[in-house]
Structure formats: C-alpha cells, structure tokens
C-alpha cells in the first residue's frame, strides 16, 4: 500500500504545482521604460520563460503519475 500512496500524494503536489505554476503565467502590466536597453535577450530577461517550462513539466508529471 505504499506505493499508491506515495503515487496520490505525488500527484496532489505536483496538480498544485501546476495550478501555482499557471497562475503565475497570468500577465502582468509591463512598467513603461524597462526594456532592458541592451543588446540580446538571454534567460533571464525572460522570467516567463523559465515559467512556461516548469509548467510544461508540471503537467508532464501529473500525465505520467496517472498512468501509474
């Protein structure tokens, strides 16, 4: 009985995680004047990035965890 234990909570932590994860994709207002005024854009100019990816992964973990 372990294992299925172990399963459902993975998989309550990680359907959290992805509701957290989408929520904070919602848009934001953008502050005028704060392009970043340089060159190329890397990673972390692009915080939503970073998110998106979580969530892809976020839900890729909820797919796998039930199919088990």
């Given at each position: 009985?372990?294992?299925?234990?172990?399963?459902?909570?993975?998989?309550l932590y990680f359907a959290?995680?992805?509701?957290?994860?989408?929520?904070?994709?919602?848009?934001?207002?953008?502050?005028?004047?704060?392009?970043?005024?340089?060159?190329?854009?890397?990673?972390?100019?692009?915080?939503e990035l970073t998110l998106?990816?979580?969530?892809?992964?976020?839900?890729?973990?909820?797919?796998?965890?039930?199919?088990?």
């Amino acid at each position: 009985s372990g294992v299925p234990l172990l399963t459902g909570a993975l998989l309550l932590y990680f359907a959290g995680y992805v509701l957290l994860a989408g929520v904070r994709l919602v848009p934001v207002a953008a502050v005028a004047g704060q392009s970043g005024g340089g060159g190329s854009a890397g990673w972390g100019d692009r915080p939503e990035l970073t998110l998106a990816c979580r969530l892809s992964m976020g839900i890729a973990m909820v797919a796998m965890l039930l199919t088990l």
